[in-house]
């Protein structure tokens, strides 16, 4: 006999109507963070904090909330209420930090700071649910009020908010900062007192390319080899020799490898942002890289991505439109503001030769330490850029100017 489905025993029908729930969005939320790095995982932190009420749900396809990441700002990237709600991702911080160049080294007495993915997993696995923290399930569709999942559920909420990191794009003119880091255990302490952001004092290959330590304990160090390089091509091998190469320089012998971090970051040249908004999906809001949220010069995204947590968390309306429009605003306003960095990437990009690009980088650095923190935190005063520009320049005059105004022309 044929069971009509008034006659299907209770429990069954429950099980039913959870697989149906489960499978056809009928799932209460009110936002979906499609994306589990920085940006959204900064997000889903300010909303616990700040709106407790709204129920959020964050998705990333990897195994783990913020992937594999050390992410670093300068003392006054943000401001004093922004150090507090984010104190809790900061592993290290350090009072001063060292460059190195063929023509001088410097010691500069401004704050510094490395967050941790493994910090933001832990902080947002304490604000949210564990039932609204989704991993290892990529993300196949993304609507403005929906996000499909490979395993066929369709979640639903009044705002979707992607975060899943900077697709291929016309609209901007990019060149790259990309690097390898190895967190290493050494056998002799070594000696470091805080960060060196910068040693170009190794041989230039590939564009501007220096070393970067973070002293992560007396016989543990965070070492980068980075390149500022036109192409974002990188191969690992050759990195973990001068890795290794660079180790024996200072003296220290490797013991262990801890882990391994690889990046290719975006640095802006020129472009067209609004274009770039419009390259997306329209009314889906876009946070972190695929808003154009990062620093020109340093590629830091940090300080960017905590602004905008604070943006979204201060919104009345927390549905797709209000927040497309918030963060679209506040993008776009960003990279306009931010033209004078562009030029400066363009000085050193178009005009520099490739073993001569560091150069730029050496002559900014023998300004003053207020003057350098107030540019890596993006809000340089006028007179700054005009004693940046002025006096000694660090490449030909005419070969700069005719780059320049080449490029304003279209003739790159």
Not at 384 to 397: A, E, K, N, T
Request: charged fraction near 25%.
């Amino acid at each position: 006999m044929v069971r009509r489905c008034c006659d299907t025993p209770a429990s069954q029908r429950g099980f039913a109507l959870a697989l149906a729930s489960a499978y056809d969005g009928i799932v209460e939320q009110d936002i979906i963070l499609a994306g589990g790095g920085l940006a959204n995982g900064l997000i889903a932190l300010r909303l616990a904090q700040q709106r407790p009420e709204v129920r959020v749900t964050i998705i990333e396809q990897g195994p783990a909330i913020g992937g594999n990441h050390t992410w670093s700002s300068f003392g006054d990237d943000i401001n004093a209420v922004q150090r507090e709600w984010t104190k809790e991702l900061f592993a290290h911080r350090w009072d001063h930090y060292e460059v190195r160049f063929p023509a001088h080294r410097r010691d500069l007495g401004a704050g510094y700071g490395s967050a941790t993915s493994e910090l933001l997993a832990a902080a947002i696995a304490r604000a949210l649910p564990p039932e609204r923290i989704i991993t290892g399930v990529p993300i196949v569709a993304v609507s403005a009020d929906s996000v499909t999942l490979a395993d066929q559920r369709v979640l639903k909420a009044g705002g979707v908010i992607d975060g899943r990191g900077q697709g291929p794009t016309t609209a901007l003119d990019l060149r790259w900062q990309k690097f390898l880091g190895q967190e290493v255990e050494l056998a002799e302490p070594h000696g470091l007192t805080g960060p060196v952001i910068m040693d170009a004092t190794v041989p230039q290959l590939d564009g501007y390319r220096f070393v970067y330590t973070l002293p992560f304990g007396p016989k543990t160090v965070l070492i980068e080899d980075t390149y500022f390089s036109d192409g974002n091509d990188l191969s690992p091998e050759l990195l973990r020799r001068h890795l290794a190469d660079y180790a024996a320089s200072q003296g220290w012998t490797i013991t262990r490898v801890v882990r391994e971090e690889v990046g290719i970051l975006p640095l802006g040249i020129g472009g067209d942002i609004e274009k770039f908004w419009d390259e997306g999906a329209p009314g889906i809001p876009r946070v972190g890289l695929a808003a154009g949220l990062f620093h020109p010069v340093t590629g830091y995204s940090f300080p960017d991505a905590v602004r905008t947590a604070d943006l979204v968390a201060s919104l009345g309306k927390l549905d797709s439109a209000t927040i497309y429009r918030a963060v679209r605003d506040h993008s776009v306003r960003a990279w306009k503001q931010r033209w004078m960095y562009r030029l400066l990437n363009r000085m050193l990009f178009l005009a520099a030769l490739p073993d001569e690009r560091y150069r730029v980088l050496e002559r900014f650095y023998e300004h003053g330490d207020d003057l350098v923190g107030r540019f890596y935190a993006a809000q340089p005063r006028l007179a700054d850029w005009r004693r940046i520009l002025s006096g000694r320049p660090p490449l030909p005059v005419g070969r700069a100017a005719s780059t320049l105004i080449r490029y304003e022309l279209g003739l790159k």
